[in-house]
């Protein structure tokens, strides 16, 4: 029952297009683990990544991002301040006795 959920295909309106256009949820979806944010692949140009709130995807696509199967990882903002994190306590082992 969860993977007929998850590949049921869901109408919606196009925020620029006044035809329903067709979204396929998908089967893994990537959501920050410092700040919650998913990522919106469907709404992306290829080059760029958007993470948008769990609120936004659900109301943009009809679909709660709670009832798919996540995969955490981090969002560029997120993952800038936990490399920084790293390197500085990087930096601080290195230099104690």
């Known amino acids: 029952m969860f993977l007929e959920k998850l590949f049921t295909k869901t109408p919606r309106e196009a925020p620029s297009a006044p035809v329903a256009e ?24 290829p080059d760029l990544e958007r993470w948008i709130s769990q609120r936004t995807y659900r109301e943009t696509y009809g679909v709660n991002p709670a009832e798919l199967a996540l995969t955490h990882t981090y969002c560029p903002t997120c993952f800038a301040k936990v490399q920084e994190i790293m390197r500085q306590y990087w930096q601080k082992s290195r230099s104690a006795p």
């Open 22 to 45: 067709t979204f396929i949820a998908p089967t893994l979806l990537p959501a920050c683990c410092a700040c919650g944010l998913v990522q919106d692949k469907a709404g992306a140009t």
